[in-house]
């Protein structure tokens, strides 16, 4: 794990690291000033990313990161693997759609709960999903 003052990489290559993710980030959106739900929706749609990871592509890796955009101070997470990559993503985004047997609602889901959402992928060469929450001022 490389740790950094507002940045760190997590390994997702076994299920214990599912916890590992969920903790990381548990911590950080509360210390970057999350409420509880918020901090809910961030460590679900980061299961979601890693789970898939797990039965998609066997390992990968998380990075966190503060971010900046627009003056909204934000949580980013980047999820990265070299597994065999989505051929269609429109079509993956799409809530029942599943080649794993599942619900097909792990990325329609993980879209819902966060701000932002950005998928780049390449068939055989592999997939990076980038999700941000900004923190909201009253
Ligand atoms: N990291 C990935 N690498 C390759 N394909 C992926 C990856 N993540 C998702 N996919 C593809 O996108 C589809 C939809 O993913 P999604 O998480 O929405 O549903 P699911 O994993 O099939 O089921 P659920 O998450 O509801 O249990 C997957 O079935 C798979 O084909
Ligand atoms: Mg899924």
Redesign the pocket.
């Known amino acids: 794990m490389m740790t950094g003052r507002d940045a760190c990489e997590v390994s997702i290559d076994s299920e214990n690291e599912m916890i590992s993710v969920r903790k990381v980030i548990r911590n950080v959106a509360t210390e970057m000033g999350f409420g509880v739900t918020d901090v809910t929706r961030i460590v679900t749609a980061a299961s ?1 990313l890693t ?3 797990f ?3 066997s390992s990968g890796t998380m990075i966190w990161r503060t971010c900046e955009v627009n003056g909204n101070t934000g949580i980013e997470l980047i999820f990265e ?1 070299h ?4 051929a269609d993503i429109e079509e ?1 985004m799409q809530a029942g ?4 047997g ?7 889901g993980t879209k819902r709960l966060m701000d932002d959402m950005e998928i780049k992928s390449q068939k055989g060469e592999g ?1 990076v999903i980038t999700i941000r929450k900004y923190l909201r001022r009253c």
Do not use: K
Request: no cysteine; hydrophobic share 35%; charged share 10%.
């Open positions: 979601e789970r898939n990871i039965l998609y592509a693997d597994g065999p990559g989505i993956a759609f599943t080649t794993g599942g619900l097909g609602l792990g990325l329609p997939t």
